[in-house]
C-alpha cells in the first residue's frame, strides 16, 4: 500500500508541477484595474509608466490600428508628464463602463491620465501609485481646487474582495463535488463516510485556499506558487488518506479496506485539481 501512494504521490506531484507551466504564456498575469467614480462625458484613460516599457509595451512604440482611435494616442504620445512618466501605447475609453483595466504586464508604478475630447483637456493622478497585490484594483475621482488649475485624480486602494470571496467559494464547492463523485464511483458513501468525507474536505480546501490567496494576493502565480501548489495538495492527500485510513479502521469495522480509501484520496484530489486547471481556462473570473 505504501508504494502505491508513494506513487500516485509522484504522479500527483508531476500533474501538478507541469499542468501550469504546460500553459505557459497563458497563464494569468498581474492587473490594475481603475474604478471611476463622478466623470460624465467621454474620457479615455491610460496609466503613464514610470519605465519606459513593460512587456509588449513601449514608449517607443508606434500607432497600430489595434490601439484605438488614432487622434486619441497622438494626444496621449504628446502628452508631457512633468514627473517624466511615459505613454506606453495602451488607452481605453471608458465612458460607458467607468473602468479601466490593464490585465497584461502593467506598469508596476505609474500614474492615471485622463483625457475629455469634448474639452482637449487632461487630469492626471497627484501622486505615484503602485500594484500593491497580484491584481490590484483602484477607486478614482476627480478633484479641483481651483477653477483656472488642472483637474487632479485621487485614487485609493479598492481590492475587489467580493470576487476573491466568490471566486474561494466555487473553488471549495467545485473540489467537494469532484470528490463526492470519486467516493461514490469508490462506493464510500454507501459504506458511511459521507458526513466525513465532507467534513474532512471542507477543513483541508478552506485551509489550502487560503494559503495560497495569501500567498497570490502578494506575490501571484509563478514558480514558487506552483511549488507551493504542489507541495500544500500532496499534504493535502497525506493528511485525506491519513483521516479516511483511521476512520474506515476505528468506524466501518473494516468493512472498508486502507488501501481502497488511499486510493480514494490520491485519484480523488488528481480528478479535482485537472477539473480546476479546465475550468480555469474557460471561467477565467473565478479562477
Same mark, same amino acid.
Request: hydrophobic share 45%.
Given at each position: 500500500?505504501?508504494?502505491t501512494?508513494l506513487?500516485?504521490?509522484c504522479v500527483?506531484?508531476? &500533474?501538478?508541477?507541469?499542468?501550469?507551466?504546460?500553459?505557459? +504564456?497563458?497563464?494569468?498575469?498581474? %492587473? /490594475?484595474?481603475v474604478d *471611476? $467614480?463622478?466623470?460624465d462625458g467621454?474620457y479615455? $484613460?491610460?496609466l !503613464?509608466?514610470?519605465?519606459?516599457?513593460?512587456?509588449?509595451?513601449s514608449?517607443?512604440?508606434?500607432?497600430?490600428?489595434?490601439?484605438?482611435?488614432?487622434?486619441?494616442?497622438?494626444? *496621449?504620445?504628446?502628452?508631457? +508628464?512633468? +514627473?517624466?512618466?511615459?505613454?506606453l501605447g !495602451?488607452?481605453?475609453?471608458?465612458?460607458? @463602463?467607468?473602468?479601466? =483595466?490593464?490585465?497584461?504586464?502593467?506598469?508596476?508604478?505609474?500614474?492615471?491620465?485622463?483625457?475629455?475630447?469634448? @474639452?482637449?483637456?487632461?487630469?492626471?493622478?497627484?501622486?505615484?501609485?503602485?500594484?500593491?497585490a497580484?491584481?490590484?484594483?483602484? @477607486?478614482?475621482?476627480?478633484?479641483?481646487?481651483?477653477?483656472?488649475?488642472?483637474?487632479?485624480?485621487?485614487?485609493?486602494?479598492?481590492?475587489?474582495? %467580493?470576487k476573491?470571496?466568490?471566486?474561494f467559494?466555487?473553488?471549495?464547492?467545485?473540489?467537494?463535488?469532484?470528490?463526492?463523485?470519486?467516493?461514490?464511483?469508490?462506493?464510500?458513501?454507501?459504506?458511511?463516510?459521507?458526513?466525513?468525507?465532507?467534513? &474532512?474536505? $471542507?477543513i @483541508?480546501?478552506i485551509?489550502?485556499?487560503?494559503a495560497?490567496?495569501?500567498?497570490?494576493?502578494?506575490? %501571484?502565480?509563478?514558480?514558487?506558487?506552483v =511549488?507551493?501548489?504542489?507541495?500544500?495538495?500532496?499534504?493535502? /492527500?497525506?493528511?485525506?488518506?491519513?483521516?479516511?485510513?483511521?476512520?474506515?479502521d476505528?468506524?466501518?469495522? %473494516? =468493512?472498508?479496506?486502507?488501501?481502497?480509501?488511499?486510493?480514494?484520496?490520491?485519484l480523488?484530489? /488528481? =480528478?479535482?485539481?485537472?477539473?480546476? $486547471?479546465? !475550468?480555469?481556462?474557460?471561467i477565467t473570473y473565478?479562477?
Open positions: 500500500m505504501k508504494k501512494m506513487f500516485f504521490l500527483l506531484t508531476l &500533474v501538478i508541477s507541469l499542468g501550469p507551466a504546460a500553459r505557459a +504564456d497563458s497563464g494569468p498575469k498581474p %492587473g /490594475v484595474t *471611476f $467614480v463622478g466623470i467621454e479615455h $484613460v491610460t !503613464l509608466s514610470s519605465v519606459q516599457s513593460t512587456g509588449p509595451h514608449a517607443a512604440n508606434e500607432y497600430r490600428d489595434y490601439y484605438g482611435s488614432q487622434e486619441i494616442f497622438l494626444k *496621449f504620445k504628446e502628452y508631457q +508628464d512633468p +514627473d517624466g512618466y511615459y505613454f !495602451l488607452f481605453q475609453e471608458c465612458s460607458e @463602463t467607468n473602468r479601466f =483595466a490593464w490585465s497584461y504586464y502593467p506598469p508596476s508604478e505609474f500614474k492615471i491620465l485622463i483625457y475629455f475630447p469634448e @474639452t482637449d483637456s487632461f487630469a492626471v493622478s497627484g501622486e505615484r501609485l503602485e500594484q500593491y497580484f491584481d490590484s484594483y483602484f @477607486t478614482a475621482e476627480i478633484s479641483c481646487s481651483d477653477i483656472d488649475a488642472q483637474p487632479v485624480i485621487e485614487a485609493k486602494k479598492s481590492y475587489n474582495y %467580493g476573491e470571496i466568490f471566486s467559494v466555487v473553488r471549495v464547492v467545485l473540489t467537494l463535488a469532484v470528490e463526492l463523485v470519486i467516493a461514490l464511483m469508490f462506493g464510500l458513501l454507501k459504506a458511511g463516510m459521507f458526513r466525513y468525507i465532507v467534513r &474532512v474536505n $471542507v @483541508t480546501q485551509a489550502l485556499n487560503i495560497l490567496n495569501i500567498y497570490g494576493y502578494f506575490r %501571484g502565480p509563478g514558480f514558487f506558487y =511549488a507551493l501548489y504542489a507541495f500544500l495538495e500532496i499534504l493535502v /492527500v497525506i493528511v485525506e488518506a491519513a483521516k479516511y485510513s483511521r476512520y474506515a476505528r468506524q466501518l469495522d %473494516g =468493512a472498508v479496506s486502507e488501501a481502497k480509501v488511499v486510493w480514494y484520496a490520491v480523488a484530489n /488528481v =480528478a479535482s485539481f485537472a477539473a480546476g $486547471v479546465w !475550468l480555469s481556462m474557460v473565478v479562477f
